[in-house]
């Protein structure tokens, strides 16, 4: 396990480590969103277009996405009231090795809510219910992502690369899409 690479060599070997894994998050995510978006598309499950529909489904993607910053708050305030170190706040110190973790996946969570937020109500309000399964998608890719974050953060940057991809690589998507689709109807007009 590498944390912190001490030679050229161990950063390369933890690079190759980012690529293979984030390159592995990357087949999942094009299997899982392409093949929602294949086989659910104009499925019954989903709201239809109008825009109330649109706008509470958005509503409760958000919502499954904030779960994760929640988690996060509550991991980093149960390890501050644990801490002698950490109870004071971070305006004082920085975390110490007890909550160090906890705080970067806080701070990593709430970087990837405001992106997937973001592009993914984006893309309802842009593409419409055509987009729901994709979205669906996203949104579980978004908690499988942060759960393999965690779990590999100790492990190095190799370690948290497939979570990390696994988050967000379909907010990218997202943002492409979505953007592709706003240039058309300006380009349109």
Same mark, same amino acid.
């Given at each position: 396990?590498?944390?912190?690479? =001490?030679? !050229?060599?161990?950063?390369? !070997?933890?690079?190759?480590?980012?690529?293979?894994?984030?390159?592995?998050? +990357?087949?999942?995510?094009?299997?899982?969103?392409? $093949?929602?978006?294949?086989?659910?598309? $104009? =499925? !019954?499950?989903?709201?239809?277009?109008?825009?109330?529909?649109?706008?509470?489904?958005?509503?409760?993607?958000?919502?499954?996405?904030?779960?994760?910053?929640?988690?996060?708050?509550?991991?980093?305030?149960? $390890?501050?009231?644990?801490? +002698?170190?950490?109870?004071?706040?971070?305006?004082?110190?920085?975390?110490?090795?007890?909550?160090?973790?906890?705080? +970067?996946?806080?701070?990593?969570?709430?970087?990837?809510?405001?992106?997937?937020?973001?592009?993914?109500? =984006?893309?309802?309000?842009?593409?419409? +219910?055509?987009?729901?399964?994709?979205?669906?998608?996203?949104?579980?890719?978004?908690?499988? $992502?942060?759960?393999?974050?965690?779990?590999?953060?100790? !492990?190095?940057?190799?370690?948290?690369?497939?979570?990390?991809?696994?988050?967000?690589?379909?907010?990218?998507?997202?943002?492409?899409?979505?953007?592709?689709?706003?240039?058309?109807?300006?380009?349109?007009?």
């Amino acid at each position: 396990m590498v944390i912190v690479p =001490a030679s !050229k060599a161990e950063l390369r !070997k933890e690079q190759r480590k980012i690529l293979l894994r984030s390159g592995a998050a +990357a087949m999942v995510c094009m299997l899982a969103l392409g $093949g929602t978006q294949y086989l659910l598309r $104009g =499925a !019954k499950v989903f709201p239809d277009e109008n825009l109330e529909s649109r706008l509470l489904f958005i509503a409760a993607a958000n919502l499954l996405l904030v779960v994760w910053v929640i988690i996060g708050v509550a991991m980093v305030a149960r $390890g501050r009231r644990h801490s +002698a170190e950490d109870i004071g706040g971070s305006a004082y110190s920085r975390p110490s090795s007890r909550i160090a973790v906890a705080a +970067a996946f806080l701070q990593n969570t709430l970087e990837q809510f405001v992106i997937a937020s973001v592009t993914l109500s =984006a893309l309802v309000m842009l593409e419409g +219910a055509a987009m729901m399964p994709f979205i669906a998608a996203s949104v579980v890719l978004f908690g499988v $992502g942060r759960v393999c974050f965690l779990v590999g953060y100790s !492990k190095g940057a190799g370690g948290r690369a497939f979570g990390m991809a696994l988050t967000a690589l379909p907010s990218i998507a997202a943002f492409v899409i979505a953007l592709a689709h706003l240039i058309t109807r300006v380009w349109q007009t």
